[in-house]
């Protein structure tokens, strides 16, 4: 009798070439981060926002997940994974035939060939393009035209993701030139923070009511969405190599080593300036030191995601706090969310970081070129800096053009921003629901009425980040 276990019997669905461990952490870990989006930043924005925007800002999320993964197998992922077109860009066409899904994963343009099937990576990536565009909508909530956002989601995905996805991941010019981005901290925040401050100067500011104050509606429902967040970002970085090895297992210890050290310097600096800590003030620390260490994650010595923590709690918050205030052009956008902040600052700080402190024998596990190291590994170095430098620049540079080309595209047959009439009322007047209903429609309500709502109009010194034009404020350093 044949004593080969049958789990080990080669079968038409389980190949040569299949590794299951492989294969089951892939789908894991796109799982993971799917849950960051669905249900993780809709509730998030959910509640972050004021009463009267919760449906609207839970709806674009929601929409957004949705049309990007039909985008995606149409037309994205090949843009983004396969074959050359440009050096920038790859050339689109569906993902959706069978032979082409149960065959083994591979990128065309690079040595990258995972052992599990082109399925699972179709699947794996789109859960960051989904995620990208998310974090976008974080600049433009409580006031885009439903409308036109519904228009501008698969054209920035085709127009603008595809391009960084391929540039840098899929084997365009800045993969093979050497510049490196482990799981995002250019493809993802940085797009994602150029992309939604360029959309929110298009678009214009909400209603001045709303801009001064704009309170979550419920402080304890973020959390519950952050913390799906923070949990899913070990799928996040840690499915990065393809693969369930030694390096997935660096960039998950590191990815949580950041988040923490970030939120406490961040935490820690709120009650310096501010006399008391704040529960959004620790969310957005959590969510810079996740953006920082995502292009480094699996590339650096652990004693180095501590740094990357204490940097990205504290140089985002002085961008945030302090600078914003400064700058006329950061005072005029309104960036609802702060995601140029957390993102766009958080993932640039990220990307230099990492061309200071790539480790070799880390970059070697993964890395096309197994020389690969930071500046702080020797002198040749440099030049891996330069190489995060001028790969930022182009991420910068293209977001901020095509997202411009895509705003004032749609403008000439929908407006971007909702009609004043609208955005006095909120969700009544966009969807004709509302998450809370106790109050009745919109605004209309008397919160001096509602004890559980009496904090925020006492004596008492409100957090900063209450009042959204207070995001940055005066401090005497």
């Not at 794996?124 to 990208?132: K, L, N, P, R, S």
Request: one cysteine or more; aromatic letters at 12%; hydrophobic letters at 50%.
């Amino acid at each position: 009798m044949d004593a080969t276990p049958a789990y080990s019997l080669v079968t038409p669905a389980v190949p040569e070439w299949l590794n299951k461990g492989d294969n089951a952490w892939q789908m894991t870990a796109a799982t993971l981060v799917g849950i960051q989006s669905m249900p993780g930043l809709v509730v998030l924005y959910a509640s972050i926002v004021k009463k009267k925007w919760a449906v609207n800002s839970a709806f674009m999320a929601l929409y957004a997940f949705a049309a990007v993964l039909i985008c995606w197998v149409l037309v994205g992922f090949r843009m983004a994974f396969g074959d050359e077109l440009l050096p920038f860009w790859g050339k689109g066409a569906p993902a959706l035939g069978q032979k082409y899904l149960v065959h083994q994963a591979k990128v065309p343009e690079t040595l990258i060939r995972p052992w599990y099937p082109m399925a699972s990576l179709v699947y794996f990536q789109f859960t960051f393009a989904a995620i990208t565009t998310i974090l976008l909508a974080g600049s433009v909530l409580g006031r885009m035209n439903i409308k036109a956002w519904m228009v501008f989601v698969p054209l920035w995905l085709v127009f603008c993701y595809t391009v960084g996805a391929f540039s840098l991941w899929g084997g365009g010019f800045l993969y093979h030139w050497g510049a490196i981005d482990y799981s995002g901290g250019y493809v993802i925040h940085l797009s994602s923070g150029i992309s939604g401050f360029t959309a929110a100067y298009w678009v214009g500011p909400r209603l001045k009511s709303d801009r001064e104050r704009f309170p979550p509606n419920n402080v304890l429902l973020m959390l519950a969405g952050a913390g799906l967040l923070w949990m899913g970002w070990s799928g996040f970085n840690g499915g990065a190599p393809y693969a369930a090895n030694v390096d997935a297992s660096i960039a998950v210890i590191n990815t949580n080593i950041s988040a923490a050290t970030s939120l406490l310097v961040w935490t820690s600096l709120d009650v310096v300036f501010f006399g008391k800590p704040s529960v959004i003030g620790a969310v957005q620390g959590m969510m810079t030191g996740l953006a920082c260490i995502t292009p480094g994650a699996g590339l650096v010595q652990s004693w180095a995601a501590i740094v990357y923590g204490i940097l990205s709690g504290s140089i985002p918050w002085v961008s945030m706090m302090i600078l914003h205030k400064k700058s006329s052009l950061l005072q005029k956008v309104d960036d609802t969310l702060g995601v140029f902040h957390t993102h766009a600052v958080a993932g640039l700080l990220g990307g230099l970081l990492t061309g200071l402190l790539a480790e070799p024998d880390l970059c070697a596990l993964i890395l096309k070129n197994p020389h690969t190291r930071g500046a702080f590994y020797g002198s040749e170095g440099w030049v891996q800096f330069l190489k995060q430098l001028a790969a930022a620049t182009f991420v910068i540079g293209w977001n901020v053009v095509s997202t411009t080309i895509i705003c004032l595209g749609i403008k000439l047959f929908i407006p971007l921003r909702m009609p004043d009439e609208q955005l006095v009322i909120g969700d009544d007047a966009v969807h004709g629901e509302e998450a809370y209903a106790l109050w009745g429609d919109g605004e209309k309500y008397d919160p001096t009425k509602h004890g559980w709502h009496a904090s925020l109009h006492s004596d008492t010194a409100p957090s900063p980040y209450i009042n959204n034009g207070a995001r940055g404020v005066t401090i005497n350093l």
